[in-house]
């Protein structure tokens, strides 16, 4: 089985400040992971996507993260917030078959 | 554009109403998805469709009826809506399962009173 958790459910930072925003997964094999992003009354976008090519994987405006097997986890960072990053943010791991297996959320807050 | 999108965006209706989410996209991606996202359980897995007329149950198919007739629609049915099923829907679609990407609709907001 596998499962996904995300360690903070909020986290707050001022504009310009870094952002991490940490996810662990279990998995019985290889997983792809994903990051997404929801702003309100919107559906979730893709950040970025691991797939087991490069461990650090470049997203979508700015973010990157990095893929750690022997620590299980797939942390979401980026170098300065911006106050239109503030939304909340998932990440979901993804094994043999259909299914996606998603993380509880971070809802990421940035302070002017 | 291409895309997915849902209709309608925001529904109210009565418990023991039949109501139709509707779902379309234009990418001819081969899964689609239908999600509920609820506060406290994240988003569940309804049900989902590898291709035309193959349809299979997720993790919360009780209560709903999916269809696929046509590669690019999967309209979601609530037979008789219940007040737990008031929830935000999401459809989501992939070229492939698994190793690939889901991109998903802007959600439907169904109220059932």
């Known amino acids: 089985a596998q499962s996904v958790t995300q360690l903070d459910s909020h986290v707050s930072v001022s504009e310009g400040t870094p952002v991490l925003l940490r996810c662990n997964y279990s998995?019985?094999?290889?997983?792809?992971l994903f990051w997404y992003v929801q702003h309100p009354n919107k559906g979730l976008q893709l950040l970025l996507k691991y797939t087991s090519a490069a461990t650090l994987v470049k997203g979508i405006n700015g973010f990157e993260a990095e893929f750690k097997k022997s620590e299980t986890s797939f942390h979401l960072t980026k170098p300065s917030a911006h106050m239109s990053d503030a939304a909340e943010y998932f990440c979901?791991?993804?094994?043999?078959?259909?299914?996606?297996?998603f993380g509880g959320g971070t809802r990421l807050m940035v302070k002017p | 554009d291409a895309g997915i999108t849902q209709s309608p965006r925001y529904k109210i209706t009565e418990t023991g109403r039949q109501v139709t989410l509707m779902c379309h996209q234009t990418w001819s991606h081969s899964y689609m998805f239908w999600y509920r996202q609820d506060l406290g359980h994240g988003l569940r897995l309804i049900y989902y469709s590898a291709a035309a007329d193959i349809t299979d149950k997720g993790e919360v198919p009780d209560g709903y009826v999916v269809s696929r007739s046509k590669t690019e629609n999967f309209p979601l049915t609530l037979e008789s809506a219940t007040r737990s099923q008031t929830s935000v829907y999401f459809c989501a679609s992939s070229e492939l399962a698994g190793k690939q990407p889901q991109h998903f609709g802007d959600g439907t907001r169904l109220s059932i009173l």
């Open positions: 998995s019985s094999y290889s997983p792809s």
């Open positions: 979901v791991v993804s094994q043999a078959g259909n299914m996606l297996t």
